[in-house]
């Protein structure tokens, strides 16, 4: 909101783990007026009732809700990208498999090519090179640093 100055008719799109930041971006974009295009590996897709809260309020919002395994048809015309850890606290000895599962998910300047001209990147923190590339973590378009202070006020 800060930087687009409203949320209203944005398109987020989420690639990577069905994880519980996902699930938090599904249960509140549509309530904001958001679409959500999410792309995730088959085998680590959002929890089923997490999603199915998520089409409802995405119809009731009137909203675009898609989930996909192809990260660039979640990013097609997306204005903010994002994506976090691929391996969450406790799935440390699942590392080798996920990794494998990920291959292709990065979030790269290829993956950019397809979204909005006004495209930003979001990440919760702390990335790993195989989540998101350099060229696009440290882009000007990378909103990763702005995103960590006001996190930091609500903590």
Not at 44 to 73: C, H, N, R, V, W
Not at 97 to 110: D, N, V, W
């Amino acid at each position: 909101q800060e930087h687009y100055g409203g949320l209203n008719g944005l398109t987020i799109a989420w690639i990577g783990d069905g994880n519980n930041v996902l699930h938090s971006i599904m249960t509140s974009a549509a309530k904001l007026g958001m679409h959500l295009c999410i792309a995730t590996p088959k085998g680590f897709e959002p929890d089923l009732g997490i999603t199915k809260i998520a089409e409802q309020y995405s119809k009731e919002y009137g909203t675009k809700l898609l989930l996909t395994m192809d990260p660039l048809e979640a990013a097609d015309g997306a204005n903010v990208l994002v994506t976090d850890t691929w391996i969450s606290m406790g799935q440390e000895e699942e590392k080798k498999e996920r990794l494998k599962a990920f291959q292709g998910y990065q979030i790269t300047m290829q993956t950019t090519k397809s979204a909005a001209s006004n495209w930003t990147f979001l990440h919760c923190l702390p990335r790993k090179p195989e989540e998101v590339d350099d060229e696009v973590f440290y882009s000007p378009q990378s909103l990763v640093f702005q995103e960590a202070e006001n996190r930091k006020w609500t903590i």
